[in-house]
Each structure stands twice: as C-alpha cells, then as structure tokens.
C-alpha cells in the first residue's frame, strides 16, 4: 500500500532536477587565507604560538589564556579584487571593491585565583573568515568544444527520451532542449541520441561573467586557562554561518555572420544561493620551555554545517532558421519556483604547529622589543563530506556518495605556511608577515595557490590600541565553464589580487 | 560603505568613553605581558566584581540593606507545598529553582524530554519524492584529466588525440552524442542528480514548435 501511495505520488509530481552540489562547493567553505584583527593579518595570520589577541579564537584558543586584561575590539575593513583571466589566449581584466571585516569581539581575562589555574580568560567574537564579493568576467574563441556538449552527455549517458529531456532537468539540459541548443538526433527513422545545434568547426565566442557575494563568518565562544603563565589551553566553539550568492551567465555567439547556419547565440543565466549555520571545535596549548620561546598546537575539527541551496535559472537561444528565438526557464517549469537542495557539509579538519620568539617578555611596554613566529598547517581538503538532510532520501544519498568520492580524488591535502615579526618602539609598532597556502587540487597540470603579504603599523596608548594593516593577496585558481566526460576540458587561468586593508581599534576596560 | 562607518564610528566614541584605569597610562600589550588586574596600585576596588563566590554577593548584599529582595528571598514562599505540584507537573517552581535535582538523574530537565528546546529535533518537511535515474555526468566530468589549453603537456595532447570516447563526433561542424547500444531511452531518466527538489509540475507544458 506504502509503495503504491509513493508510486502515485511519483507520477503526480514528476519531481525533476539535475543541477546539484559539486566539489567546488567544497572548496568554497574550505581554501581560506588570514584574516582576523589588522595586528593578525600583518604578521602572515602566524597567530598559532603568540596569543594575546582575539584571533586566536579561531586559530589556537590558548592564545586567550594570555590575557588578564579585558579588551573590546573592533575591525572593520576594505578590499579591491583586481582579477586577471587568461581563457583560449584571450586576456581578461576587472575589478571589483567591497567592504569586509575582521575580528571583532571582547576578551574577559579574569585576575590569578587559588585554584591550579594561574588565571583564565573568555572571548567572544565574531570574524569573516572569506568574502566572496567578486565580479568575474572572461571570454575566448572555442573551436573545439562547446557549453552544449555536457548537456548531450547528460541526456544520452542517462538514456533519457525526449519526454525526459523535455522535463526531468529544468535547470541544466531541459531548457537547452526547450529552447533547441541540442535537439534529439535521428539516423534511418530511429532516435539514436541528441545533436547540438552550436557550429562548433566554425567557432563560437564564450563568454562566461560571475558576481558573488557574501562570507564565511564565525561566532566565537573560547575559554582558555593559564598554568604558571607557562601552559596555557584553550578551546573555543565556533559557528559557522555561510551567506553565499552567484549571479551567473554565460554566451556562446556564432564567430560567423552567416545568417543560415542555424545558430546566433544562446545564453544561460543562473542565480543561485546558498546559506548554512554548523558548528566546530577548535582545540589548542601554548608552552613557554624559556621566556623568549613558544610553542603552540592547535586541531581544528571539521565544521558540520547544514545548507539550504536555491536556484533558478533561464536560457535564451537563436538557432535562426531551425527554431528562431526561444526563451524558457525553470520557474515555468516549478510553478515559479526556485530548486531548493537541504543538505550537510563535514568541512576539512585541519592541524597547526606553531613557534615564536619574543623579545623582553615584561611588563614595562617600553621594554618590549617584538617577535618573530611562524605556523605550519596541513589541512585535508580532500577530506570535505556532503550527505543528504533527508534519512529516506535514497537518491539524495547515492548521489552525494558519489561526490563525495569525486571530493577525495580531486583534492588532496595542502600544507600551508605562515610567518611574520614586529618590533616595537613603544608605543609604536611595525610589522611584516606573510603566507603561502598550497594547491588543493590532486591534478598538478591545474595550478593553485594564495600567497599574502602583508604590512601594518599599530599604535598602543592610553587605554585604547589601533592597528592598521595592508595585506596583498595573489591568487591563482583555474576556473572550468563547464566540464566534459569526454573530450579535453577547457579551462581559463585566474590570477586574483585582492588588496586588503583593514583597521583594528581596540579598548581596554 | 557610509552605512558601515557611522556605526562603527559610534562604537568607537562609545567604547573610547568607557572608563578604563589604563586611560592615564600605557596600554598593555598582551602578546608580551598581561598584567594581573590587582597587581596595580589603587586598584583594589575595580576587581569588587570578580568575586565568584554566590555566598559573599549574599553577604555583601544583607549588609548593604537587609530589607531589599526579601520578597525573593522567602525559603516559605518558594518552597510552599501548596502551589508544589511535583516533577510529573513541569515546570515545577521547586524544579526551576533546582533544575539539575540528583534524584533525577543528569539528564533530567523541567522542561520534559520532548519540550526541552536541547532534545527537541523536529523536522517539518514535507514528504518528498524523487523520480528518475541518472549518471551523474555532472560529477565523472571532475574525473576527465584530459584539457584543452595551450598549456597542456604532452602527454595530455597526446591523451586528446587518441584517448577519447568514440561516441563523440566532435570534427564535424556539429557535436552529437548516440545512445550506448543498449541503452532503451526511457521517460524517467534524470529527475535529480542529488541536489534541487522541484516541487511544481512540468508535465503540462512542451517545448514550443520549430519554425516552418
């Protein structure tokens, strides 16, 4: 009766989709680069030994156990995207500025006590570990492969019949066939497979524009003791909350001005959100062996954060003659509404060794000369899970099965460095830091990093401190507009400079 | 940008308001030395709220006026049997007082197990159902090394001129891709491919005509 009631309901709504989650969601809760408070930024994020700053809610909670004072602090901040894409020999340009911020919160250190604490310290605090404001843009001259060939894959690797492909992929392959992009292909009176309608041998202009918005932020709780003022141990409870938003088209346009060739242009736009709140453990120690030397460990657990995606999408093409100019969209395919996918990300745990040096550890700031340290942290992004919110979701499950295997094939573990110093001429401070953080890609031939450096100036006086940092980031990712099983993928090379300054005033009270 | 720096503007003025007993010295500088709080001459009265121990806030309270808060501090009032309906009565006035009562074991709560907001895990979904099959081409394209760029080494070269699918016929002036020959095209292909549930229809409407 239970099967029938389901089977019934199966052929009422003929529930239709095939865009989903991908690895590159993955990556995007995941390949992160320092942020924090200005002072953090500016030695490399190289946070892990030092403490005594509000960052350390996020890479090594002991850090807090450092403090005895108590401290609000606020960190707003600037950045400049300036991206350049290099797609089929053609080069790209453009730029994109928004506002972010950095850690921002209060640390309570509480005075020494009797117990076998010498003293401990609690800090909240709030801190955007990714911005994702960007604007995107690059095209090239394709004679080899087009946008429309992953939905031929699709439909003939699925055996989908042209009722299917009419229906069952409202937001991919369905509205390439609606609007006659691919059409269903005949050979002596039988339907064999689907045939594109893009005159690929002549060429086509690819255009692919992105703009995203939004963070990763994390809320802070962090608690950390100090043992004699040499060990200290912290942890820290974080949650997650992920906004992101894609606004996504992409073109291909016939090279040619031949009127008859059945094919003008065809566009495809996207808008597409994804929002989640999770939670994760940050575990951390410091240990002084001498007055000059720290030593630092933190594990990071993975993040589980449970996500509502949505999505809509549209396309227009001009097949000339053949259909003329057809529009079609997912929401007259769902009633005006959007896909909506509920799943759970695990995100990569990670693990951070770290050592400093500081000159004249003592109470008189006019002696206190600066420091020097540095971190090493691996992190396994290869190690990122998805699974369905849905317990009965049979289909959800063997789906995220499988990308969760694609995950551990295409990423890998990446070890990344950070290092920084200051000195200081109370009540005036320098500083200069950098980061390298390496490939997550398994694959060499796609080439991937982010490399930061970074310098700032701060000022400590009369009860109040300000920071003032500028950090400059080189990022090199690879960025696919679409993916074939197979014939070679083509890919586009980005080099992203993002210009980071950011502001921290602080107040002790 | 200006509905950023307003507010934060204003955060600054307020905190640097606040009294801080640094404001007439050098700010300390954690990272090298945290001063302990009573290690500071004249201080003696800034750590008054430090104090933990619920007994000496008690105390110092009585003292200051033995009268105030009394309403609240009447063993007979909150303890009164008549209005005590016992834990099978949630919340009892005794149980909010004592929430964590041994005789109840660590996990007991007021609230009830089903009404504790910790416990309750409920889920208003609406059944959902999916239909169709698919190959996840969308993912096996992440498992396809072979690209077209004029980076590619040699062997990816070599990998694109003889290492493809001979389904494919991309040379001519149009890509087509045929059915496996045991593939029976079937109406429930596809449907979802893990991710976006649709809840509408879509079998009411067709793609529109080709021209002529």
Redesign the interface.
């Known amino acids: 009766m239970k099967h029938f009631f ?1 089977v019934a ?2 052929s ?12 590159d969601d993955a990556l995007r809760n995941a390949w992160f680069i320092p942020g924090g408070t200005a002072r953090n930024m500016a030695i490399g994020g190289a946070m892990g030994s ?4 509000i960052t350390a809610n996020n890479i090594n909670p002991a850090g807090i156990g ?4 108590k ?2 602090v ?1 960190s ?1 901040g ?1 950045l400049l995207n300036n991206n350049k894409f290099s797609y ?2 053609d080069d790209n340009k453009g730029s994109k500025s928004a ?1 972010g911020y950095g850690a921002t919160g209060i640390i309570i ?4 006590s009797r117990s076998n604490w010498t ?1 401990s310290a609690f800090s909240v605090s709030v801190n955007q570990l990714a911005s994702y404001n960007n604007h995107t843009y690059y095209k090239g001259v394709n004679n ?3 946008y ?3 939905y ?20 991919g ?2 509205l390439a ?4 992009l691919i059409d269903s ?1 005949n050979a002596g009176g039988q ?12 060429g086509v202009i690819q255009e692919r524009d992105e703009t995203t918005k939004g963070g990763y932020n994390e809320v802070s709780f962090a608690f950390a003791g100090n043992q004699q003022d040499k060990l200290y141990i912290g942890a820290s409870i974080n949650i997650p909350i992920v906004g992101y938003t894609r606004d996504l088209w992409y073109k291909e346009t016939d090279v040619t001005t031949n009127p008859d ?1 059945n094919f003008e242009y065809s566009r495809f736009n996207e808008h597409f959100t994804s929002n989640g709140i999770g939670i994760n453990l940050k575990l951390g120690l410091i240990y002084k062996p001498t007055t000059k030397v720290r030593l630092g460990f933190a594990l990071h657990t993975p993040s589980y954060i449970g996500f509502t ?3 809509r999408a549209d396309m227009v093409t001009n097949t000339e ?4 100019t ?1 529009t ?1 969209s997912s929401d ?12 759970s990300l695990l995100t990569p745990w990670r693990a951070i060794g770290s050592m400093s040096f ?1 000159l ?4 008189d ?2 002696k ?1 000369r600066g ?1 020097v340290t540095a971190d090493i942290e691996y992190v396994n992004y290869r190690s990122s899970r998805f699974s ?1 919110s ?1 317990s ?5 499950k ?3 099965t ?2 969760n295997e ?1 995950v551990k ?2 990423y890998k573990g990446a070890v990344n460095f950070r290092v920084g110093g200051e000195l ?1 001429f ?2 005036v401070s320098v500083r200069i830091g950098g980061s390298y953080y390496g490939s997550p890609y398994s ?1 060499k ?1 796609l080439k991937a990093s982010r490399i930061m450096a970074a310098a700032g100036l701060g000022y ?6 300000i920071d003032l940092t500028y950090a400059h980031t080189i990022n090199k990712d690879v960025s696919f507009p679409y ?9 586009a ?1 980005w080099n992203n400079n993002r210009g980071n300054v950011l502001l921290t ?1 602080g ?3 | 940008m200006k509905n950023i720096i307003i507010p934060c503007a204003f955060a600054v003025l307020l905190l640097s308001s606040c009294s801080s007993a640094y404001k007439a010295t050098s700010t300390p500088d954690d990272v090298y030395y945290s001063p302990a709080p009573d290690a500071k001459a004249g201080a003696e009265d800034r750590y008054d709220d430090y104090t933990s121990s619920s007994d000496d806030n008690y105390l110092r309270m009585k003292v200051r006026n033995r009268y105030q808060w009394n309403g609240i501090d009447d063993y007979s009032y909150w303890n009164d049997s008549r209005y005590d309906f016992g834990y099978s009565c949630s919340p009892s006035r005794s149980v909010l007082l004592n929430p964590y009562n041994p005789y109840f074991g660590f996990a007991y709560t007021p609230w009830g197990y089903w009404n504790n907001p910790a416990y309750t895990l409920v889920y208003y979904k609406n059944p959902q159902v999916y239909y169709g099959n698919t190959g996840k081409t969308n993912l096996t394209a992440y498992r396809n090394k072979n690209y077209n760029t004029n980076r590619n080494s040699f062997g990816s070269l070599f990998k694109q001129s003889f290492g493809n699918n001979t389904t494919n016929n991309y040379n001519s002036n149009n890509a087509t891709r045929t059915f496996n020959t045991n593939t029976t095209p079937s109406n429930s292909a596809g449907g979802r491919s893990g991710g976006f549930n649709s809840s509408g229809s879509s079998s009411g409407t067709s793609r529109p005509p080709r021209k002529g």
């Open positions: 389901m309901i199966s009422a709504l003929l529930v239709t989709v095939t865009k989903a989650q991908l690895p030092l403490g005594g700053d450092l403090y005895k004072t401290e609000v606020l707003p600037f089929l020999g506002i250190g509480s005075p020494p003293s080899y492969s087009s429309s060939e992953q031929l894959e699709e439909l003939t690797r699925d055996g989908a019949s042209p009722i299917a492909a009419e229906q069952n992929y409202i937001f392959s369905s066939y609606r609007t006659y292909l339907f064999v497979g689907y045939k594109s309608l893009v005159p690929i041998g002549t060739n995606d949505r999505i003659n053949y259909a003329g057809v079609s007259e395919l769902n009633s005006g509404k959007p896909g909506e996918s509920n799943y500081v004249n550890e003592v109470a700031t006019r206190q420091f369905t849905n009965d979701d049979i289909t959800g063997d789906y995220y499988s990308l694609i094939e295409y200081k109370d009540p694959d031939e400590r006086n009369h009860g109040f401190f993916r074939l099983n197979d014939k070679a993928n083509t890919f090379t005033v107040f002790k009270i």
